[in-house]
């Protein structure tokens, strides 16, 4: 069954039906800070495991206030939030491993750390997780001109 092709009016006054893209900003920013805030909790419950247990958390860089907001709600210091959106914005699904990329990959002395990240946003969808990563092997961001032109990744340039 599909949906209707009805329209309605989204909470920015546009009419739209459901086939049309509509980011509701407001409740994205409450189910971050509120929902995630708790899959977070519940993740450390179940693992049995507390903010002190991990070197650093890495989540998603949707925006600044978002994360200060995870940051105060979790207790979390801020030397352990690794934070990159100051310089490279939302990089969508890209945030977290960037992040990484950023704050240790021109270390190399870090050894291994042990990560909490948690990812959402788009559809209100999330994800919690928890790994070590062996900071003397993450490459740093290599910021470039370099451009695809018509969305063709020439191979021989790489």
Known sequence: MYP?????TCSDGVARSK???YMNGIAVFGFSIMEVNEYIKEFLAKTGTTIDDYDVCAFHQANYFILKQLAKRLSIPQEKLAVSLDR????????IPLT???RFGEEHSGGVKHVLAAGFGVGLAWGVTAFDVDTDKIFPVIETDDYFADGIIDMTRL
């Open 4 to 8: 209707s092709r009805d329209k309605y």
């Open 19 to 21: 086939y049309e893209l």
């Open 88 to 95: 490279f914005g939302n990089t969508s699904s890209a945030s």
């Open 100 to 102: 990484l990329c950023d």
